[in-house]
């Protein structure tokens, strides 16, 4: 029999201490899961509602937690928010989160994992996945060392202290795990995926006071490459020197070729001159992204508006690949091409992360159904929609600074500001750094150019 918490949320009066719990809209639906409970836990377990869930997690039993079980399904999606809160709620008390998912879609997935669950199985849950996902969770690691959290905001907190520790500033392959890589192309030109670029690196060195990430923007554009402009930043002879001979490029001469902007954010720019886009190729590229998320928290990758044939390369180190586009034909057309070739090479395509930029406003509701009709044709889901911040972008960009230190208050300025904080905290979820070359077909990227 299952353990039910009665309304109330009062333990089951069972002599051992209560060590989990699951949490779901009908724990009845998930029935290998409760087989597994039991085995795992005896008696020492209950199940709740997400509503329960949300008011047990404020009370002081709940801090007496091993971990939680979260378990959705299709049906689930639509409240995401809430299933969001949840995970927030136990790792703001110093709790695990196992997230156990039935047919979700790779987006409401990654939604959930970015909130800050610690570990996932799907189900119907395989033979001992359950079981191994628990010893995952039990292994000591450097989170668990420092008995730290990440509460929706984005600052790490020690549940014990309340205080705010500094992170360890990375100092190269001795530093632990790699830092994210977020790459951003436009699916067709004048979209913005620059600009959406360079704020996004801005946002993410400034996204805390206290524990901000150490944060590199490298622009790939290797022909007409803007992020010096963007930054007015000087275009270094020595970039051309390091992309044409990566192979020997050690942490030192990497360094030595960024630029700094605000001595807040390291910028790796296009080279000087307008250079062929063979000047490199797949193991430049890797080599490149290897040493700088070595050396960086999280790398932002300005991508070029063609296809070339290390695109693949850069997909491949990426945690998300943001695809910018505007509400358009041409660009849903590139955006649906881009897809097809991904799916063609055997590339995870839910590493695609669109993005819809100027957007029409709130009350513009025919505009907004063409978004919606747009995401409809794409079969997708846009992970983020920008708003048009008008005139005022393109006035800031042509003074070479970030919008929220010019236009704060600009509506954009704020989505973007929204969206960093948010991968902030992606970044402690995100797995990034699969190695998918295996599953490349004979067919590669060659040269293919978006509208």
């Known amino acids: 029999m299952v353990n039910r918490m009665s309304s109330t949320l009062a333990l089951l009066p069972e002599p051992a201490p209560l060590r989990a719990v699951s949490v779901s809209r009908d724990v009845q639906e998930f029935d290998l899961l409760i087989e597994d409970m039991e085995a795992e836990l005896g008696e020492a377990w209950g199940d ?5 869930a949300l008011a047990f997690l404020k009370q002081d039993e709940a801090q007496e937690l091993e971990f939680v079980v979260l378990a959705v399904d299709q049906e689930d999606e639509g409240h995401l928010l809430r299933i969001a809160d949840v995970i927030r709620a136990a ?4 709790l695990k989160v196992i997230l156990v998912a039935d047919g979700l879609g790779p987006m409401a997935l990654h939604e959930l994992m970015r909130a800050g669950a610690n570990d ?6 395989p033979e001992n996945a359950f079981s191994e996902a628990l010893a995952r969770l039990r292994m000591p690691g450097p989170a668990d060392s420092l008995d730290t959290m990440r509460h929706a905001g984005g600052d790490v907190i020690d549940p014990k202290s309340g205080t705010t520790p500094t992170l360890p500033a990375r100092t190269g392959e001795g530093s632990g795990s790699d830092g994210a890589v977020f790459a951003v192309q436009s699916a067709a030109g004048g979209d913005g995926a620059t600009t959406i670029a360079v704020n996004l690196a801005w ?6 006071k206290r524990d901000s990430p150490s944060v590199c923007v490298i622009d790939l554009g290797l022909q007409f490459g803007s992020v010096a402009t963007y930054f007015d930043l000087p275009r270094k002879p020595m970039i051309y020197e390091v992309l044409s001979d990566v192979s020997s490029m050690d942490e030192q001469a990497f360094r030595q070729a960024l630029g700094v902007y605000k001595d807040r954010l390291s910028v790796f720019t296009a080279p000087a001159d307008i250079l062929p886009l063979d000047l490199i190729g797949p193991d430049d590229v890797n080599g490149l ?3 700088a998320r070595t050396c960086f928290d999280i790398v932002i990758v300005d991508m070029p508006a063609t296809v070339t044939a290390w695109t693949d390369a850069v997909f491949s180190q990426a945690d998300l690949y943001f695809v910018v586009c505007g509400l358009e034909v041409r660009s849903a057309q590139n955006a649906l091409r881009f897809q ?14 669109f993005v819809m930029n100027r957007a029409p406003g709130k009350m513009d509701l025919g505009g907004r159904r063409r978004v919606e009709k747009m995401a409809d ?9 920008l708003p048009d911040g008008g005139k005022q972008i393109t006035e800031v960009n042509d003074q070479a600074a970030p919008l929220n230190i010019l236009a704060p208050r600009n509506a954009m300025a704020k989505e973007l500001q ?8 992606a970044r402690q979820a995100i797995s990034g750094g699969a190695d998918i070359s295996g599953k490349r077909g004979k067919k590669s990227f060659l040269g293919l150019k978006f509208g």
């Open 91 to 94: 790792k703001r008390i110093g």
């Open 203 to 208: 946002n993410l060195a400034n996204v805390s």
């Open 120 to 125: 996932f199985a799907p189900y119907p849950l």
């Open 289 to 291: 992204l290897s040493l």
């Open 418 to 425: 929204k969206m960093a904080a948010e991968l902030f905290q």
């Open 340 to 353: 097809k070739l991904l799916k063609a090479e055997g590339l995870p395509t839910e590493k695609l992360a």
């Open 377 to 385: 044709s794409l079969d997708i889901k846009f992970y983020a929609v």
């Open 48 to 52: 709740l509602d997400f509503a329960e």
